[in-house]
């Protein structure tokens, strides 16, 4: 199932999005933050792909639709994550199973 978005909502939305005090990042990874910022922000601004692509160097015609995605979940409050979802190794996904691997050891205490 493709999502849609609501554009004209979101360019009033996205004013009242967490944002994140870049001075905190390291600067390799201000660099990565601006650049998917700069993505989200055009994709909602109703740029082309191509433009996207060519302007933040992102990989893939999907990314930044996978980047807004990111912005649109939802804190334990119900409020959008917004640009911090943005910023390197934040894991957005909180709702996840671990597999039960079956243990390579056996462990047999007796007394």
Not at 10 to 29: A, F, G, I, M
Not at 76 to 90: D, F, K, R, V, W
Not at 103 to 111: D, G, P, R, V
């Amino acid at each position: 199932m493709k999502a849609t978005f609501n554009l004209p909502l979101l360019r009033e939305e996205r004013k009242y999005w967490k944002t994140v005090e870049q001075s905190c990042l390291s600067e390799e990874h201000q660099i990565k933050y601006m650049k998917r910022k700069k993505a989200v922000d055009m994709y909602i601004d109703g740029f082309s792909t191509l433009q996207i692509i060519s302007t933040t160097n992102l990989k893939g015609k999907s990314e930044a639709k996978r980047l807004l995605l990111k912005c649109l979940t939802t804190d334990e409050y119900g409020s959008y994550l917004g640009y911090t979802a943005l910023i390197p190794y934040m894991h957005t996904k909180t709702n996840y199973e671990r597999k039960n691997l079956p243990s390579l050891f056996t462990t047999n205490i007796s007394n």
